[in-house]
């Protein structure tokens, strides 16, 4: 039987792609006094505003909102996790069984941004070879196996596989959000882009829509390669 050390997973391309996808599902089970980790692949060199150190404070900040009391910062290429995929899956499978955790969290493909769907990749390959006791034995723990690894929305909306109702922590998900100032503000020399036109907008009127279909006020949407198993129907369904 293995034991967790941790909850959750949540791993993104960019300081900031957790935070957008499923800041309301972290900051609900911080609030329940859950462990999470929050894992950035790449410090996101290229973005078009801000510098690679304001926006590590601005990272730094939203966990702290978020409740989240670890990150992982590693440094893979913005825009190079293709060429960097197996060192990638390597550093994930290490950290899977370090922190051991319950579930993971990725990007979905469906995104316009690539990162994003290779993020998604490396870490499901990255959660099968953990569970194999001779892939890296030298270098890391003992093989570990999640319990599912389901996969966060950043940008699109396609219709997700279920939702968590974010109704309670939508507001602390937001201020967390408002953390990245050189991401979603407009300043007078920001290069216009679009997350500091209209996204945060955007993102609520998806989480709202969302939370109508399941009658609730807001939701977060994720999706999964398996049907997920659940525990208990009448508990697990809120209208
Ligand atoms: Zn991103």
Do not use: W
Not at 14 to 29: L, W
Not at 42 to 52: D, F, I, Q, W
Not at 217 to 227: Q, V
């Amino acid at each position: 039987m293995m034991s967790f050390n941790y909850d959750i997973m949540a791993v993104g391309a960019h300081p900031d792609d957790v935070e957008i996808g499923m800041g309301g599902t972290i900051a609900k089970y911080s609030r329940l006094d859950k462990k999470v980790v929050i894992i950035n692949l790449t410090e996101a060199e290229l973005s078009s505003n801000g510098t690679v150190e304001t926006r590590q404070k601005e990272a730094e900040k939203a966990c702290e909102r978020l409740g989240v009391q670890t990150r992982v910062q590693l440094r893979f290429p913005d825009r190079g996790l293709l060429e960097s995929r197996q060192k990638a899956i390597d550093e994930i499978v290490k950290l899977i069984r370090h922190y051991r955790p319950r579930l993971v969290f990725a990007p979905f493909h469906q995104d316009r941004h690539p990162d994003h769907g290779h993020c998604g990749d490396i870490c499901r390959e990255a959660v099968f070879s953990a569970t194999i006791k001779k892939y890296l034995p030298q270098e890391s723990n003992d093989r570990f196996q999640v319990q599912a690894l389901y996969y966060y929305q950043i940008n699109g909306s396609s219709q997700p596989d279920f939702l968590i109702d974010i109704s309670d922590d939508k507001e602390t998900k937001y201020s967390a959000l408002a953390c990245f100032k050189s991401q979603f503000n407009n300043e007078t020399n920001s290069l216009k882009t679009p997350l500091n036109s209209g996204y945060i907008d955007l993102l609520q009127a998806r989480e709202q829509l969302l939370g109508s279909e399941a009658g609730t006020i807001a939701a977060e949407g994720f999706f999964c390669e398996k049907p997920p198993l659940i525990h208990d129907l009448l508990g697990d369904i809120i209208k």
